[in-house]
């Protein structure tokens, strides 16, 4: 213990490094699954953020119209509808695939319409009936028309383009058309990123060559006859893009266009397509042309194009965080959680420093996405954060558990002497006492609030300074109103006022009173301090009461403590572990309190039948001393809190209700006004038995 606690530093240091170097393993072996795990839950996050974070706003001039399934079985036509309309006599001839013809007739239909552009994701490749038609439609609109090519993967990368008839040869070469492929992520499947130029020795994993050949894809080809090619991607690799919304493109039935009901319904006959870009592609779950992206799983292709202009048009790519600041970030995340748990040696605020910077870094990242594009690493860096912090806290916990044994056996010798030191400034008054005498004295208990959470991370040296601290500043109070310092209950305190030397029941209950009052000034200037050099302050609650005690040396052969006990000084303890109950520092018993009334403002705090005791007592608090600075609005106001307590003793609730609603519009935080305020509403609802008297029974210590 004593060689950890001396090599603190570097036992943290090397945790860190430890869980810091397993995060940076896991980036050079990515196929390792513990390793890796927060490399691919980055994956996961990111695709978080595309969903949650910004979207490219999608352009208002895209248009779909898609071969949804109304198309490819069209609702019922009656025979005049069809006989008057040469699109439905070729929709109705066959199933799909249709004769060509139809696409030449949606070409005209469309253009006369005004439509800029029309994009078909849609491969043209076995000769079909209504080809010259198509193809004299294709030659009409040449800049106006963009056809899908596509690179089939199962073989051999080969392409699929229009057939000759069509497009004459080389077709890919031809800039009417461009390949439909993306390729997605080889780890889950999952495509976020569009290639928008290829080259022939890169489909085949060939390095490059003067001699290659560059293919547009159909997003490309798009851009350019629409005049905006220049803000195409001129490399060859993916581009990670950011979506639009799932819904942002919802496609239009495609048969709509060429009924002349819904034409002038729903198109305003034509004036709709006015400017228009249209892509035409497969929108039918039957047709399967269906993409997986962190969006949804069923991303449909001719949905994907859009997304992927729309991106290229906004300039609306996204970066990841170049590798060598990944690296520094997961290493940064390290060196934060070891200055943490090194330097600032409070458990409680470690723990909460760590969730405002990892709030803090998620808000950052999330900020980063949507403001510039930037994917910023976060899953690596926090897990080295919270599992550098959490491991190195736990290893402080245990260290701090370990000394804390060794503080109380300190803390035994430091008692052993202070006693020695009470006997022999009153030797004669004291050893008296010793064979055992009945005498009415003045107990005081105090003990302290939140010193287990610092035993379990502050120094060692810097707990026994601490707590050494605190001790010789309330002894040193106890002792100058002349009190005697019984005993230490690890960080509690017992003192008595009238065991060894008795000024008077009144003026030691007095003295007693204004001891406690002594030990809230100090505690706070100590915690002013201490929260000034960065350390944690403390609570502290005291019970006070007067009454008969057995006075005389208690113990064995072996070991005899000069103490005080009886049914006083349990109500003393009962008392200050009460006040936690009631958000006070000190309760004062009721014989103790009558004796003080003159010089102490006293406030009623509650009736009390606490564990060993079979009749209720009234518990008080000090307000401050009479002869002190006293806030006297508190006073004036006291006065209400005290009618309002009467009136609920009294089974008033009504008015006990506004009374102490009354006080709380001055002091909002009260939290015996708080209290009573609420019983008082639950009162007034369900009163309680006739036998009530505002009584609280404690069955525990």
Not at 38 to 51: A, I, V
Not at 469 to 490: A, H
Request: aromatic share 10%; with cysteine; glycine share 8%.
């Amino acid at each position: 213990m004593h060689w950890l606690g001396r090599r603190r530093l570097l036992v943290l240091a090397l945790i860190c490094f430890f869980w810091t170097g397993l995060i940076f393993l896991g980036h050079f072996l990515p196929t390792t699954p513990f390793l890796s795990a927060p490399w691919r839950g980055e994956q996961s996050f990111e695709d978080l953020l595309r969903r949650e974070g910004r979207k490219t706003a999608p352009p208002r001039d895209f248009v779909f119209l898609g071969l949804d399934q109304s198309t490819l079985q069209l609702p019922p036509l009656a025979p005049e509808e069809v006989a008057g309309n040469r699109a439905f006599q070729l929709l109705t001839e066959r199933p799909f695939p249709w004769s060509r013809e139809v696409w030449a007739l949606l070409l005209d239909r469309l253009f006369g319409a005004g439509a800029r552009l029309v994009i078909f994701d849609l491969l043209f490749n076995p000769p079909n009936d209504g080809d010259p038609a198509f193809h004299a439609a294709l030659d009409r609109y040449h800049d106006k028309v963009v056809l899908g090519a596509n690179f089939d993967t199962e073989n051999a990368l080969q392409a699929v383009t229009p057939n000759d008839a069509l497009i004459p040869p080389p077709q890919l070469q031809d800039d009417r058309v461009g390949f439909v492929n993306f390729w997605p992520d080889t780890i889950d499947g999952k495509t976020r990123a569009a290639i928008y130029r290829v080259t022939d020795r890169q489909l085949v994993g060939l390095p490059a060559h003067p001699s290659e050949q560059v293919y547009e894809s159909l997003s490309a080809r798009a851009l350019a006859k629409i005049g905006r090619g220049n803000d195409v991607p001129r490399d060859f690799r993916g581009h990670m893009i950011r979506f639009s919304a799932p819904d942002a493109f919802q496609a239009r039935p495609l048969y709509e266009v060429f009924d002349p009901k819904l034409w002038h319904a729903n198109y305003a006959d034509g004036a709709f397509f006015k400017d228009k870009i249209v892509v035409v592609g497969p929108s039918a779950q039957v047709m399967h042309d269906v993409v997986d992206t962190p969006m949804s799983p069923t991303t449909l292709g001719p949905v994907l194009h859009l997304q992927a202009m729309a991106a290229a048009l906004g300039h609306e790519f996204l970066q990841p965080t170049p590798p060598k600041v990944e690296l520094a970030l997961v290493g940064t995340a390290g060196l934060i959680a070891w200055s943490l748990v090194a330097f600032l040696r409070r458990p409680l605020l470690c723990v909460g420093a760590l969730v405002v910077i990892t709030a803090t870094y998620l808000g950052t990242a999330r900020l980063f996405y949507d403001k510039t594009g930037l994917l910023l690493l976060t899953v690596p860096v926090l897990s080295a954060l919270v599992l550098s912090g959490s491991f190195s806290l736990g290893f402080e916990y245990a260290l701090e558990r370990l000394e804390k044994l060794r503080t109380r056996r300190t803390l035994e010798r430091y008692v052993s002497k202070n006693l020695v030191r009470e006997i022999l400034e009153n030797p004669d008054s004291y050893y008296s006492t010793l064979r055992g005498v009945r005498v009415p004295v003045t107990i005081l208990f105090s003990d302290l609030i939140g010193f287990t959470t610092l035993a379990e991370k502050a120094d060692p040296e810097a707990l026994v300074a601490q707590l050494n601290e605190y001790l010789t500043r309330m002894t040193s109070v106890i002792f100058g109103g002349g009190g005697t310092l019984d005993k230490f209950i690890g960080d509690a305190i017992m003192a008595v006022w009238g065991n060894v030397r008795s000024l008077g029941m009144a003026q030691d209950a007095k003295n007693c009173a204004r001891a406690a009052l002594g030990m809230r000034r100090e505690l706070r200037q100590l915690n002013q301090r201490w929260r000034d050099e960065g350390r944690m302050g403390l609570g502290m609650g005291i019970g006070i009461n007067q009454g008969e005690v057995i006075v005389g040396n208690i113990g064995s052969q072996e070991r005899m403590d000069p103490t005080v006990i009886g049914d006083s000084v349990n109500l003393a303890s009962r008392l200050e572990g009460l006040t936690r109950i009631y958000g006070v520092d000190i309760l004062v018993g009721a014989t103790a309190a009558e004796l003080v009334r003159e010089e102490f403002h006293l406030r009623s705090v509650a009736r009390v039948q606490v564990k060993g005791k079979t009749k209720p007592v009234e518990v008080f608090t000090f307000v401050g001393a009479r002869d002190e600075e006293v806030d006297p609005e508190f006073l004036k106001w006291l006065e209400t809190y005290e009618e309002g307590l009467e009136k609920f003793r009294t089974r008033d609730f009504i008015e006990a209700k506004i009374l102490f609603s009354r006080f709380l519009e001055f002091y909002p935080d009260d939290l015996l006004a708080k209290m009573y305020l609420a019983r008082s509403l639950d009162y007034e609802q369900a009163p309680p038995d006739e036998a009530w008297e505002a009584v609280e029974v404690f069955e525990k210590k």
